[in-house]
């Protein structure tokens, strides 16, 4: 059965194409007075009052009657349960994903690195893992394994000591994939707290809660605006918009498979955005047919279509060069190039978190199991963002050790520019070392 959907059509010969794409990707993460006011309330309970705040806010938040803390937390014992419960096949796709995600994340990993110069001085720098991380995981019946896989390998890559989760158990519903991905990623300790609440235990520390250096992982507004606000007392990861995905296509490849990629980011909420660019107008045709088609066989299909109608659209330009251009003026989360020869290409995309080459590499391998992260920069990021990797859990020391050679002939150059400065204690400090 096809049904009608009213995806949006562009052109870029269109003398006003630029303002309607512009209209097209306009999208802010909006606090309002409300969400922005009940998360400092919460994050100030969490200061003042500690474990007892986290409890209450569990109690009212999550329908869950707990007598103290000791009933928000999980053994490790427990995530090895969860390993051992769930499914053959699903513990072996877990182990697969898991496996590929961590040798992946192993090219990343950064060295200490020095130089000696021929005075002597020794110059260099020293990478370290950070001390402790959190790693937020939306709860309830939402299940997001792929998630802690993606969050918490590369931090045990990078040689993190202690990964900390946070997961809501709404009304008690536990995932036990979740809990299985944990145990696989290496997790240390669980708490079942969510929400604005667990941002704040992170970042500030509760009698139970241990602080951490950086907190990682998806959230809804609160734990988005949460993030917001204690960024600066510990790390995060970003701030992300909706689901994205972009499709580049030379017209060849099967219109039903365009359509399903599209659907892949459209089915994740209202707010996603799946855009297809193509210089055949005829097969923007085949794709619409294929997506009006295809709608009603989702699961989803009611989000898809808000999706769709909302923020999708298949989009006609001149030559793949044009489709390169406008690729980088949007600068997708997924970008997809479905082309005969994606090489031809890549070295011309400038701005993108993931690049899927070909006709065969659908988005959704690289979203559980290709092995890179799917941890990505959205709403236009791209352009000076990276995706999440072992590099965000390492820190950089300097490292400078001079010669007394090398401290006298830098101390002169230090000497002119401080004096320059009126900074004359500086300019002393080095002509201390200049020898006579």
Known sequence: MTTPIAIRRLDAADPDFAAHLDHLLSWESVSDDAVNARVLEIIRAVRERGDQALVDCTQRFDALTVASMADLILP?????QALERISPAQREALQVAAERVRRYHEHQKQDSWRYTEADGTVLGQQVTPLDRVGLYVPGGKASYPSSVLMNAIPAKVAGVPEVIMVVPTPRGEINELVLAAAALAGVDRVFTIGGAQAVAALAYGTESVPPVDKIVGPGNIYVATAKRHVFGKVGIDMIAGPSEILVVCDGQTDPDWIAMDLFSQAEHDEDAQSILVSPDSAFLDRVAESIARLLPTLERESIARTSLEGRGALIHVADMTQAIDVANR???????????????????????????????????LGDYCAGPNHVLPTSGTARFSSPLGVYDFQKRSSIIHCSADGASALGKVASVLARGESLTAHARSAEYRIKG
């Open 76 to 80: 490790r014992a427990r995530l090895e």
């Open 330 to 364: 949007i600068a997708p989360e997924h970008l997809e190039l479905s082309v005969a020869d994606p090489e031809q290409w890549l070295p011309h995309i400038r701005h993108a978190g993931a690049i899927f080459m070909g006709r065969y590499t659908a988005e959704a």
